[in-house]
């Protein structure tokens, strides 16, 4: 519940910029070197407002746009990714080929459910 809640708390800070940016992309590919990260953000305070983080190990690939946002999760000795955008109220899983390799391998190519096609929906 409480990757949910981080999970969604990353959904709306990735549709702000998203909506607040007319026309500009902007992504982040998966590395599992970086995890157990922050996002600020906030309206009065955009370097000062916690708005989500990720979990140790935890790496996270997302990509927004004027016309919505895609993300995708996966922890580090995992086997298997999960991954949401704005057009869809499903949570995919994709499995690897084994536990840390990645499931995408960048960021998602499309700001959203498109990305999901091959995924198995919750």
């Avoid at 955009?46 to 990720?54: H, N, Q």
């Avoid at 995708?72 to 536990?99: E, P």
Wanted: hydrophobic share 45%; glycine share 12%.
């Amino acid at each position: 519940m409480k990757k949910l809640i981080i999970m969604i708390a990353f959904l709306l800070c990735a549709a702000n910029s998203a909506f607040a940016a007319s026309g500009t992309v902007a992504s982040a590919g998966m590395d599992l070197t970086q995890t157990g990260l922050s996002a600020y953000g906030g309206a009065a305070s955009p370097a000062t407002t916690l708005i989500g983080k990720t979990s140790t190990g935890v790496a996270l690939g997302w990509i927004t746009s004027a016309n919505g946002y895609a993300l995708v999760t996966q922890h580090k000795s995992g086997s298997r990714g999960f991954g949401t955008s704005w057009d869809s109220t499903s949570i995919y899983y994709l499995n690897a080929t084994a536990a840390g390799v990645l499931v995408l391998s960048g960021a998602p190519t499309a700001s959203n459910s498109s990305q999901f096609a091959s995924w198995q929906s919750m």
